[in-house]
């Protein structure tokens, strides 16, 4: 329909969008501390129905990206680049992707995470969830930042948020490094294949927080830019 | 020469019958772009666009739209080509009000954002040229008028950027954007209530018969612009102003601030668009009742008979009156992204550029400049995401209009001439 005034200049604008979609994209990792707490109780039940759940989440923040992506015809006008904001999109998303292939990996093979590492595990689980929390903070300072123009102190703090969650990320490294070492010193007594895997979840655990930090050097990019 | 004696009543009835349709155009047409802003910014209710927007267009159009109507009425064409046969002068003019009318009539029903001054301009050339003579329009004024609707924009625009970048240093990328805003808000009232007064002192207050001294002038100004400060400071202490602010919240009250600003920049974007619209519907028909009331003399200085102006007027807040709720609605739903601190931002910008271009005579577009505010506040990157496709359209049927009216006032011309010779 022809907007016959001038309000038709006013797109939507995609900010509050791709706040609400990293909103659920942080939701959807946020089950995982709950998904290992049950796992490790082996109570495979419960880590099914949170796996549902995750998955549901993951495929709302798949519609939510559709969504975005097709609002953002190439007529628009808008204050940072429509590029990367599509770039930002797509980096937000693939945070719930690897969660949701942990979860389905984790219940697939009914993995047993070894009593003797089973704490740290829960705290590098945690660190790497602060990851995603802090990009989630920091992409909903987005409208804070249309109001200032993309400039000045908002984004300064923005910047710091951005900083820190390298910080976080150079922590799971290290606790990463820590639990593929303790891993090792039981290699012995578990499964070679279960041990495989273990290497493997570590590992993918580890890219939620590298994700979360791609998150932040891409949203870097895009006030670098502006 | 004896057809404007005989029928002289029935001509000049005609003519103000087609000047009221076309002011019932304009405010219809246009309210959606005088006072969108505001209501798509939440500053403002439908009702209390509808109600600020009738009080300051008919304010606009009553204090301040002589000037423009002269250029309307003897500036387009060249007078010298009518000494002869002025009934001419008076079927086209006549025949121009019924087309531009009309074609804002089928614009409005199709959904196209035409501008009000180009179907006007647009119709008295197409009359000037076809019906008389290629020579008869004054096509240096017609350049001059044409060109100001490419330069008005862009002065908007600039305006509304330098406008936009100041809120932005002085108030939000501040420590305390809420104390600054408060601040400086009253400032920016007092800016837009200055350049509404001084424009409509130095131009508008002729006719009513007040005469004041270039000093004297700009002292009222000054003073209007202190007491719109000064009750703005006070509306704005009144605000309630959530407390527990963080940081989120900070800007959410810096825009309720901002919200109180809107207010006034509503007003003075329906005064300008009052005081420049309101010649397109009776510029046309003021020279119809010169030409006719002098027997077919055109006079070089006639002054505007005292009916024209408060006609035009009236019919302008009719037309807002009866469509102005149909257009608020659709902007009511069509949720947009926009801050009363874009919104202020473009309105005032609009508004100035209307006002002074106003002064100085030159009918230009309303829409026009407001797209172009729109565009400076984009600039400055104040707004999440404008729609250059739609602008695209916007221009588009800008383009359309000029033929479209002239085409119709063409036909509309010969059809007069038939019926009166």
């Known amino acids: ?226 | 020469m004896e057809i404007l004696v005989n029928y002289s009543f029935e001509l000049i009835l005609i003519a103000a019958l087609f000047g009221f349709f076309m002011a019932w155009g304009i405010g219809a047409n246009d309210v959606a772009n005088a006072m969108g802003t505001s209501v798509g910014s939440k500053a403002l209710t439908i009702k209390q666009a509808i109600i600020i927007a009738m009080i300051f267009e008919f304010a606009g159009a009553y204090l301040a739209g002589g000037e423009v109507t002269s250029t309307i009425r003897k500036g387009i064409i060249d007078s010298g080509y009518f000494v002869d046969a002025p009934e001419l002068l008076v079927f086209g003019m006549t025949a121009s009000l019924l087309a531009a009318g009309f074609w804002l009539l089928i614009a409005s029903y199709l959904g196209w954002p035409v501008s009000t001054t180009h179907s006007i301009v647009g119709a008295i050339v197409g009359f000037a040229a076809v019906g008389v003579s290629v020579d008869a329009v004054a096509w240096g004024k017609v350049a001059g008028i044409v060109g100001s609707w490419i330069v008005t924009p862009a002065i908007s625009g600039f305006i509304a950027y330098l406008i936009f970048m100041s809120a932005q240093k002085l108030i939000f990328n501040t420590d305390d954007p809420l104390k600054n805003a408060k601040r400086y808000v009253p400032v920016y009232m007092g800016f837009a209530g200055f350049v509404l007064s001084l424009v409509t002192i130095k131009k508008g207050l002729k006719h009513v018969g007040l005469h004041l001294s270039p000093v004297e002038g700009y002292a009222w100004a000054i003073g209007i612009a202190v007491l719109v400060g000064i009750l703005g400071s006070l509306a704005i202490s009144r605000l309630k102003i959530d407390p527990k602010a963080d940081r989120r919240m900070h800007y959410a009250n810096v825009e309720k601030v901002f919200a109180i600003l809107m207010v006034v920049t509503a007003c003075c974007m329906a005064f300008a668009h009052g005081s420049n619209d309101v010649a397109n519907a009776i510029g046309p028909l003021a020279a119809v009742v010169s030409v006719v009331s002098n027997e077919g003399e055109i006079a070089k200085k006639a002054a505007l008979a005292w009916w024209i102006l408060p006609l035009g007027a009236v019919g302008i807040v009719a037309g807002l009156a009866i469509f102005g709720h149909r257009v608020m609605a659709t902007i009511g739903q069509g949720i947009t992204h926009l801050t009363p601190s874009r919104g202020f931002a473009a309105e005032l910008a609009a508004a100035s550029t209307v006002v002074i271009a106003s002064g100085t005579g030159l009918p230009i577009s309303t829409t026009q400049t407001l797209v172009g505010a729109v565009l400076g506040v984009g600039m400055a990157r104040g707004i999440a995401a404008l729609n250059l496709s739609v602008i695209r359209n916007i221009v588009v049927s800008w383009v359309v209009t000029l033929p479209a009216g002239a085409v119709m006032s063409i036909i509309f011309f010969y059809i007069l001439k038939a019926i009166f010779s």
């Open chain 1, 1 to 226: 329909m022809p907007l016959n005034n001038i309000m038709g200049v006013f797109a939507k604008s995609p900010i509050k969008p791709l706040e609400e979609h990293i909103n659920k994209v942080h939701a959807c990792s946020e089950e995982l501390t709950k998904f290992f707490k049950v796992v490790l109780q082996q109570d495979w039940k419960a880590a099914a129905e949170i796996r549902l759940k995750i998955s549901t989440l993951e495929k709302e923040a798949d519609a939510l990206k559709r969504e975005i992506r097709l609002k953002l015809p190439s007529g628009l006008f808008m204050p940072v680049e429509r590029t990367d904001m599509l770039e930002l999109l797509t980096q937000q998303d693939k945070i719930a992707n690897i969660v949701k292939d942990i979860a389905g990996r984790v219940l697939g093979r009914e993995m047993v995470i070894p009593e003797s590492i089973a704490d740290d595990f829960e705290k590098y689980v945690a660190r790497c969830i602060d990851a995603t929390a802090l990009a989630k903070k920091a992409i909903n300072e987005l409208d804070e930042l249309l109001e200032t123009g993309f400039r000045g102190r908002e984004v300064d703090l923005v910047e710091k948020m951005i900083h820190e969650l390298d910080l976080i990320e150079d922590d799971t490294d290290t606790m990463q490094i820590r639990l593929r070492k303790q891993l090792r010193s039981l290699e012995s007594e578990l499964n070679p294949v279960d041990v495989m895997f273990l290497y493997n979840i570590i590992e993918w655990v580890g890219a939620v927080a590298d994700q979360a930090e791609r998150v932040g050097a891409r949203l870097e990019l895009m006030l670098a830019r502006s």
